[in-house]
Each structure stands twice: as structure tokens, then as C-alpha cells.
């Protein structure tokens, strides 16, 4: 079984719904002994830091993640999920689960693009990410397609050994991180068409090594 | 650096689509969930269903039809018309739409906008704006005011300083239609959409009067837009999304163009 990771943070219907069309039997769920219990974890979200901290410390749910992560069972990130992972976010101050080292920063509100327009934050659209190198959950992938992203903080890993995927928006950011048994994407694979479903598909079937 | 979005817009009442839509092969398809498939498939990077249902009590038919696209299609798509409170939103969203659209009721009330981004996120506010162009004046200086009713009733809001005021109350993004421009399909209000697009810090759908492959080039070049909706261009035949994109890529503008 598939734990999604309920917080009262965002719509996790559409993740259940993305591994529904991919046959895959998931429980949205705020029980710490669920999430232990579960074979992986999808950790979705959407908000703000500081919120979604005091949500997953009130439920216990953030040492049930920590554990988990401990027994190497597969775990994804998405999105708030993702900047949750790290040490501490910008973003209300918050202290977070410190599973990659590292700070969640806000996008600079001077960014622009090469010709010299402003970029809007929050980054919200369909951008590229650069895989740095090869990862069961990027298996399949073509390099060229894009994902669907929505946010105004990202993560900055400070061991590049984390980093796993970069992205351009005016600067280029870590779009995807990983630390063994753990991927966090920034993007919304539930919402980024099919290279979105295969990254969600080959994280079903991921027995959370990397082989790198 | 982000793509430009295509942004195909269906109209529904009662759980239809409106127009029969006719493609290539002359089949006429008048089923939305059918529909967003089709355009899920050519490489839509999102889509805008627009519920043109008169009735308020026959809503729920929308809410199904959207449970029902979204158990099909998983790009973001958005739904509007008829949404007038916090609990309208939350059944849309939480039937599977990643935004709600409101346009009259939100200059009815502004403070559904603010409520509606407490409850769900900015992200999922998009402010749906009709506008007209006036003569300007003391009460609308940019010359362009804000209409309802499809466009019969004139406001006496100035559309730039209520899409300043909309992102300020919390809007996540803004759907900017010209009612002069719009069924024309002789382009986009380019200067509008452009005074829009560069006062504001959230991204811009351009609307109303896409009728050429060029004029979705030149709403993203001097219309500085983020995203253009269509719908005849590509409800009738006349062009793919993958020509239009194609069009759009060999002249530099960033596009997806793998899905």
C-alpha cells in the first residue's frame, strides 16, 4: 500500500487520483502507524512552511517520516513536501525535518530573464528540469519534457550529491533532490501529463536504492 | 525559463459542451470529459471549462462532469462561471480542478477573492476579467472599464486599477478577456493584454480574439502575455495544438513541446 501523507496541506485527491489512472491502490492518511506500516510514501503538499510543520509535529507524522526514511522504505516528495525535507525553510522561519541538509530560500524579487523582463514569482508554469544523472525514478524520461510547477521558495541542498535535478527560472534551482531511499520533486508530477504519471509510475515500482 | 501556455477553453451547460466541436475528420463531440482527453492528448497545457449553466440548482451536474475529468486528464485545468462563495470553490477543487475562475462575483464582492485565497492558496484563485474599451476618463483613466453580463453592464471600475486591487486581495492569476476583441477572430486586444501584463506580478491569460496561428505569437511577443486561451481556432479544425506550438517554437518562443 501507498501511504499519501494527509496534513490538511493541499488537494492529495489529485495524487490518489494520478495513482488510481496507474492502477495503484493508495490511502490517504494522517496516521503515524499508517505511514509506518506503509510499503512507500508520497509526501504532497501544498501552503506554507510554518503550517505544515506544527500539522505534521501535532500528528506526529514528522518522526514517523523520519523513521520511515530510516527503515528505507521508498519515500516522494512533492512540492511544500520537498522543502519540508530540509533542514529549515525561509519561509515563516520554520525548522524543518532535516532529512537533506540545507536551507528552503524565497525566489530574489529581481529576477529576469536573459532579454531582461521580470520574472514573476510565484514560478508557476511548465519548465525543464536537468537531470543530473541516471535515477530509477527518472527512468523512461525524455530529457526534452517539461513539469508542472507552482511555488515561491525552493531548496537549496548544500551537498551537491543531493541535487538530482536543476532548473532555470532566471537562476538555476534544485528542482529535484534525493538521499538514498528519498526523492523530493519540487513539480507536481500528478499534474505534469505523462512524464509526470511515469515519474509517479517508477516510483511504484522503486525499491528505494540508488544505484549511483 | 517557463513555456508559454496554450490554453483551450470549453464551454458547458448542463454537462455538454456548448458547441459541437468539429475536427479534421468532421466528428462532432459533445462531451467534455471526451474532450479534455482529446486536448489532453495533443499537448493542452491546461484547460478552462467555463459552466454556462443558467440554472444554480443544476450545478452538481458540473461538479460530476469535473470529478470526471479529472479522473481522466493530469494537467491543471480551471472552472468558472457560477461560482459565488468559498463552498462553491471548495466542491470545484475539491472535484479535481487545480483553480477556480470567479469574474462577477468577485467585483460583487473582492473580499471572495482574499476568502478564497485564505481557504485554498493564491494558486487557485484566477480572476476572470471582461473588459471594454472607453474613452478615458477621470473615473477610468487607463480608457478600459470593467463590464458583466456578457459584457451589457458597464462597472465603473477601471480594469487596471481592479486587476492591481485583485492581486493585492490575494489573486493567483489573472484570465483577461476583451469583449471587443472577443469572437472577432481578428486578434487579441495586444495593448490591453500588454498594460495588464506588465503592472502586474501574476501571470496573465490573454482571451478573446484568437483566429490566427500569428496572433497567439503576437500576443506573447507585444502582448507580453503568459498563457493565451483559444477555442475556435482549435474547436473547429483550423489548426492543431501541436501546429500552433510548432509555429510558436520556430520563431524562439519557448513552448512545450514534449508530452
Not at chain 1, 534544485?174 to 531511499?181: E, M
Request: glycine content about 10%; overall charge neutral; charged content about 25%.
Amino acid at each position: 500500500m501507498i501511504a499519501i501523507i494527509d496534513y490538511k496541506a493541499g488537494n492529495l485527491t489529485s495524487v490518489q487520483r494520478a495513482l488510481a489512472f496507474l492502477g495503484r491502490d493508495s490511502a490517504i492518511t494522517s496516521s503515524a502507524a499508517e505511514v509506518l506500516e506503509a510499503e512507500r510514501i508520497i509526501f504532497p503538499g501544498v501552503g506554507a512552511a510554518g503550517t505544515a510543520m506544527f500539522d505534521l509535529m501535532r500528528l506526529k507524522l514528522d518522526t514517523a517520516l523520519v523513521d520511515a526514511y530510516g527503515r528505507g522504505k521508498p519515500i516522494l516528495g512533492i512540492c511544500l513536501g520537498t522543502q519540508i525535507v530540509m533542514d529549515r525553510s525561509e519561509e515563516n522561519q520554520t525548522r524543518c525535518l532535516g532529512l537533506i541538509k540545507g536551507e528552503v530560500l524565497r525566489f530574489p524579487e529581481n529576477l529576469s530573464e536573459p532579454g531582461g523582463r521580470k520574472l514573476k514569482v510565484p514560478h508557476m508554469g511548465w519548465n525543464r528540469v536537468k537531470v543530473m544523472r541516471k535515477h530509477p525514478v527518472f527512468d523512461g524520461i525524455d530529457p526534452q519534457s517539461e513539469f508542472y510547477f507552482v511555488h515561491s521558495y525552493f531548496p537549496g541542498p548544500r551537498d551537491t550529491r543531493n541535487l538530482l535535478g536543476e532548473t532555470l527560472y532566471g537562476i538555476p534551482f534544485a528542482s529535484v533532490l534525493t538521499s538514498s531511499n528519498l526523492v523530493a520533486v519540487q513539480f507536481h508530477p500528478e499534474k505534469s501529463g505523462r512524464p509526470g504519471l511515469r515519474l509517479l509510475s517508477n516510483f511504484c515500482m522503486w525499491d528505494g536504492k540508488d544505484h549511483a | 525559463m517557463l513555456s508559454k501556455r496554450i490554453i483551450p477553453c470549453l464551454d458547458v451547460r448542463d454537462g455538454k459542451l456548448t458547441k459541437g466541436i468539429k475536427f479534421k475528420g468532421n466528428v462532432d463531440i459533445g462531451d467534455p470529459v471526451q474532450m479534455a482527453a482529446f486536448y489532453y492528448d495533443e499537448g493542452a497545457d491546461e484547460l478552462v471549462f467555463y459552466d454556462i449553466t443558467a440554472s444554480y440548482e443544476r450545478r452538481d451536474i458540473m461538479i460530476e462532469t469535473v470529478r470526471k475529468v479529472a479522473e481522466r486528464i493530469f494537467i491543471p485545468f480551471s472552472v468558472g462561471g457560477g461560482i459565488r462563495t468559498v463552498e462553491d470553490m471548495r466542491l470545484v477543487l475539491l472535484a479535481g480542478a487545480e483553480k477556480v475562475s470567479i469574474n462577477s462575483s468577485a467585483i460583487r464582492d473582492p473580499g471572495l477573492i482574499a476568502k478564497g485565497a485564505a481557504a485554498f492558496g493564491s494558486q487557485a484563485i484566477v480572476l476572470g476579467m471582461d473588459v471594454k474599451k472607453v474613452s478615458p476618463s477621470q473615473r477610468i483613466p487607463s480608457g478600459y472599464e470593467m463590464v458583466i453580463d456578457g459584457g451589457r453592464t458597464f462597472t465603473g471600475l477601471d480594469a487596471l486599477a481592479w486587476a492591481k486591487e485583485a492581486e493585492r486581495l490575494g489573486a493567483g492569476e489573472i484570465c483577461l478577456n476583451s469583449i471587443d476583441a472577443d469572437g472577432t477572430q481578428k486578434g487579441y486586444e495586444l495593448h490591453l493584454t500588454e498594460l495588464i501584463a506588465t503592472s502586474v506580478n501574476i501571470p496573465v491569460i490573454a482571451s478573446g480574439g484568437a483566429g490566427a496561428i500569428e496572433h497567439i505569437h503576437d500576443v506573447f511577443t507585444e502582448g507580453k502575455a503568459d498563457a493565451a486561451l483559444i477555442a475556435s481556432i482549435t474547436h473547429y479544425g483550423t489548426h492543431t495544438i501541436k501546429e500552433i506550438k510548432s509555429f510558436l517554437h520556430e520563431k524562439g518562443i519557448k513552448v512545450r513541446m514534449t508530452w
